[in-house]
């Protein structure tokens, strides 16, 4: 990425490129007209009036009268002109190359409903960032360009902001008692519509199958809302829990009869097309956010969930030493020091070490809830058999710590009730969506348990998922600094905020209302910089200056074109002791039409006030003008070649001085 300073970046706007264009045209034009005037005065300081005239000629004609001079005298002046005043008008070109980059982002805010119309057709609910352990440095300036990838058609400049309208969240106290339920809930009405984590986390089936053999480690109370659970285990259920668990599903439960049937839900990641089918289980280390709504009846209910998962993997006859399970415990235990001494750290590091020493698998965890949040946390060593239940061969020893933590946003009352989108006889079923567009209904998997009182219980919609792999360490090492790379476990708790900020931002312009969100829109505008300003201003200020010199210091006929200076010297202002003077040369407001005479073999030019001609002979060139009214005939007064006089009735010019009149650099030829 090119870095300019504040002095030559494009920092000014302009409306339009037009706009920028006649500025810098206009800069260029002015230049030229100071270089004109500069010229123009050193033409007057050597009165080198035929050089002066040169410069309003063509390039051809000033090249013949530059090699006429043999680059001498006012040749030379007349080629500096050349040079110069062409030079000059590329000034614009210099200008737009100093353009860096030429333009700059207009940004605005705007409701993200003035986009709907720019939405994708089929806008990704998914979004996966992968890099390698501690590499945040560019998810630190792209963040919001990365959670809000595959939304707006291309084209559409926009950033997502933290600023949506976070609404109001609703909880009703608890229709069952903590042991009752499983464990914390968040509750969400009196039928008993709930949301919790996995309430089965310490549940593995039997090897056999057979249910009577099952695993399920006893939660206990831990305070007024928690529950904890600690466990060692034969290592035949390890396989079922590292293979089939899917860290983060959250549990809907949609009444209390429903519950009591063991007919809750989970909101599972599609495996067709989310990664945290895979991710979610085994080892790995991974962190996953998700936006998701439940909707029952017309309340609708809106969450945001972050799964986050630290694996450590080592061959079973190679243990892993204290030292490394303490440090992994520790650190992910919190990132503030001050908590990292608790009591607590050194009892589980040992339990799990203790736990491979008696060739057993371990978890321990606990699950709270603090009105609108739940969370779950869980420490497990693991040691899945080849084939379970046969007291076969260890195939690896994975240490494996998740944190689960769902939070209601907000609770919104639709104008409508929700309608299942398809029909399901007999069964117990809800919608599915994704993005905020309902793929179907789950009455395909709908089980075959107890169906009393079957019914649709309302929607799930996975609105957004955000998915973080690879940069939080990797899961498929044995030692602690490698599982959780410190740097980038950091950058995750230094910007979770803005992180769900973001994620919640994409999840309701997707599976609410974009109503509720404020988009930054970005509009690319042409601009200068300072330095353009100042070399525009610079062109102003030598055209003021250039011009006020010349006309101080230098004759009107310096300043005048060859027409003014023409019309001057052929209308005098009358008699002044005796002799008619010249009108000094200038700008008219009433032209005189100039008509092409013919005299004899001659052409003349004529005006109302008086004629001009221009006699050629080898030895003779001297203009002459006279009178035009004038009653005698003008054919009557020849120019006598001889004497080079004029009769009373001409006027005749100034006479060229001779070369001893002036520098001699810049002489001009004189008639002979």
């Given at each position: 990425m ?5 002095f ?6 302009v ?12 800069a ?5 007209f ?16 035929t ?16 090699i ?7 040749g ?15 000034y ?7 353009d860096?980059p ?5 940004n605005?805010?705007?409701s993200?409903s ?11 609910y998914i979004v ?12 630190d ?10 939304l707006f ?16 969240p609703?909880v ?6 903590l042991a ?14 709930s ?5 089965f986390?310490?549940f593995?089936p039997a090897p ?35 293979r ?9 439960h ?14 599972r990641?599609g ?6 089918t895979?991710?979610?289980?085994g080892?790995?280390?991974a ?6 709504t439940?909707t029952?009846?017309?309340?609708r ?8 998962k ?5 061959d ?5 030493p ?12 919190s990132a503030d ?11 589980i ?6 736990a ?5 698998s371990f ?5 709270s ?30 240490l494996?710590?998740?944190a ?20 399901c ?15 179907g209904?789950?009455?395909y ?14 929607q ?8 973080m792999n ?16 410190q ?11 803005r ?8 999840g309701m ?14 509009k690319?505008?042409p ?5 353009q300003v100042?070399?525009i201003?610079l062109?102003?200020i ?16 310096y ?6 200076n023409?019309l001057?010297?052929?209308n005098?202002?009358g008699?002044?002791n ?9 700008y008219m407001?009433n ?7 013919q005299?004899g073999n ?15 002979e ?23 070649k001889?004497?080079a006089?004029v009769?009373?009735?001409?006027v005749?010019?100034t006479?060229?001085p001779?070369?001893?009149d ?5 002489a ?5």
């Amino acid at each position: 990425m090119i870095h300019y300073s504040t002095f030559t970046s494009s920092k000014l706007a302009v409306s339009q490129n037009a706009v920028k264009s006649i500025l810098f045209r206009c800069a260029a034009l002015l230049l030229q007209f100071a270089v004109f005037k500069v010229l123009a005065l050193l033409a007057f300081k050597r009165k080198a009036f035929t050089s002066y005239l040169m410069f309003t000629e063509d390039y051809i004609q000033q090249g013949l009268f530059v090699i006429s001079r043999k680059f001498i005298r006012g040749g030379l002046l007349v080629l500096f002109f050349a040079v110069f005043f062409t030079g000059a008008g590329f000034y614009d070109t210099l200008l737009w190359g100093l353009d860096a980059p030429g333009y700059i982002a207009k940004n605005s805010n705007v409701s993200a409903s003035s986009l709907v119309d720019k939405l994708l057709s089929d806008p990704g609910y998914i979004v996966f960032t992968s890099g390698k352990p501690g590499q945040v440095a560019s998810l630190d300036e792209h963040l919001a360009d990365n959670i809000g990838t595959n939304l707006f058609k291309a084209g559409v400049n926009f950033t997502l902001t933290e600023d949506f309208d976070h609404g109001t969240p609703q909880v009703v106290t608890p229709t069952k008692g903590l042991a009752e339920s499983g464990g914390p809930r968040i509750w969400l009405d009196q039928e008993g519509l709930s949301v919790s984590p996995d309430s089965f986390i310490t549940f593995a089936p039997a090897p056999d199958g057979n249910l009577t053999n099952a695993f399920d480690c006893p939660k206990q109370p831990l305070a007024a809302n928690s529950v904890y659970w600690n466990c060692t285990y034969n290592n035949s259920y390890s396989l079922s829990i590292v293979r089939d668990e899917i860290i983060g599903r959250p549990e809907i439960h949609w009444d209390d009869s429903s519950d009591s049937q063991y007919q809750s839900q989970y909101l599972r990641p599609g495996r067709g097309d989310n990664p945290w089918t895979s991710l979610g289980t085994g080892g790995d280390t991974a962190l996953m956010k998700q936006v998701f709504t439940v909707t029952k009846g017309r309340n609708r209910h809106t969450f945001m969930e972050t799964a986050f998962k630290i694996a450590m993997v080592t061959d079973y006859n190679k243990p892993f030493p204290i030292e490394q399970i303490t440090d992994l415990v520790k650190r992910s235990w919190s990132a503030d020091p001050a908590q990292q001494t608790a009591p607590a750290i050194g009892k589980i590091a040992k339990s799990i070490y203790n736990a491979r020493v008696l060739n057993s698998s371990f978890m321990f965890g606990s699950a709270s809830a603090d009105g609108y949040s739940v969370a779950q946390s869980s420490w497990e060593l693991m040691n899945p058999e080849a084939l379970p239940g046969n007291d076969s061969e260890v195939v690896y020893t994975l240490l494996r710590i998740s944190a689960v933590n769902i939070t209601l946003i907000r609770s919104d009352v639709l104008p409508q009730p929700v309608q299942p989108a398809a029909p399901c006889d007999n069964k117990f079923f809800q919608n599915l969506a994704k993005g905020g567009k309902i793929q179907g209904t789950d009455c395909y998997k709908a089980g075959t348990g107890n169906m009393t009182n079957a019914r649709f219980f309302g929607q799930l919609d996975t609105s957004t998922v955000f998915i973080m792999n690879g940069i939080l360490g990797d899961g498929s090492v044995n030692s602690s600094a490698g599982s959780l790379n410190q740097q980038g476990y950091d950058w995750v708790v230094k910007n979770e905020a803005r992180m769900n900020n973001l994620i919640l931002s994409r999840g309701m312009i997707l599976g609410l209302d974009p109503a509720f969100v404020t988009v930054q829109t970005s509009k690319v505008t042409p601009a200068i910089s300072y330095l353009q300003v100042i070399l525009i201003a610079l062109a102003v200020i030598l055209a003021a200056i250039s011009w006020l010199a010349l006309t101080i210091f230098a004759t009107a006929h310096y300043s005048s074109s060859f027409l003014h200076n023409l019309l001057a010297i052929t209308n005098t202002t009358g008699a002044t002791n005796g002799e008619e003077t010249s009108r000094k040369p200038g700008y008219m407001r009433n032209v005189p039409e100039i008509q092409l005479g013919q005299e004899g073999n001659r052409v003349i030019m004529e005006t109302v006030t008086g004629v001009y001609r221009h006699d050629g002979e080898a030895n003779a060139m001297t203009p002459h003008a006279f009178d035009s009214t004038n009653n005698e005939s003008k054919d009557a007064h020849e120019y006598n070649k001889q004497d080079a006089q004029v009769t009373a009735q001409w006027v005749a010019p100034t006479p060229s001085p001779g070369p001893t009149d002036r520098d001699p650099f810049f002489a001009e030829p004189h008639a002979r």
